[in-house]
């Protein structure tokens, strides 16, 4: 990186630097991405480092299920035919655009922001677990869906909020069947989804 980085000019380097953080961007593709962003349009560029900008400034967490929205509550929650009995853990945000992909699922979600990972000193507290029990305790909520990864993280945490559920008298299912084990959920694709999100079991 610093051979690379040194060899161009600075404006370059930072760039390199900047792009390479980004997830699944190698050294090479950052490389790349930069002499390409050289050679494109003015207008082009502005308009992407202006939406870079916007995703931060215009975005906040939906204050229900705590989705990335524009506004307060964002428009699954705000929807009106929605099923408002069933709620489905996701682990992140993206993994509400996959499950809403399959139109398979009419309920409501709730994003953890993460799983638990005690090795990473990941603990329940550093997840939007609170928020969901807050949200259990309406009364409304019959059935809970785990949506985690499967993978080991995920089914940790799919266990621990099984704990926690169950007695308060809702039924807890776990979207896994089909899944194969380690698979994220933004990542699967929508017939697997479709089948794993039907054939949810009882935990
Ligand atoms: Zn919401």
Redesign the pocket.
């Known amino acids: 990186m610093s051979r690379d980085s040194s060899s161009t000019t600075e404006a370059v380097g930072k760039l390199i630097q900047a792009l390479n953080k980004l997830p699944g961007v190698g050294p090479k593709s950052a490389q790349r991405i930069a002499y390409y962003l050289l050679r494109a349009n003015e207008l082009d560029n502005q308009a992407l480092a202006e939406a870079i900008l916007q995703v931060k400034q215009k975005t906040k967490l939906?204050?229900?299920?705590?989705?990335v929205?524009e506004t307060d509550?964002?428009?699954?929650?705000?929807s009106e035919p929605r099923d408002r009995s069933k709620i489905c853990i996701v682990e992140q945000p993206q993994d509400i655009l996959a499950l809403e992909h399959t139109h398979k699922f009419n309920g409501?979600?709730h994003v953890l922001h993460g799983s638990l990972a005690p090795s990473e000193g990941i603990g329940p507290d550093d997840l939007k677990i609170n928020e969901l029990m807050e949200r259990l305790k309406g009364g409304t909520v019959t059935e809970v869906i785990l949506a985690t990864n499967t993978n080991l993280e995920g089914e940790q945490t799919a266990l621990y909020l099984h704990r926690l559920i169950a007695p308060m008298g809702i039924k807890v299912t776990r979207l896994a069947r089909g899944l194969p084990f380690g698979t994220e959920l933004e990542y699967a694709d929508d017939i697997t989804l479709s089948r794993a999100l039907e054939g949810r079991q009882e935990f």
């Open positions: 939906c204050s229900i299920c705590l989705n929205s509550i964002c428009h699954i929650c705000s409501l979600y």
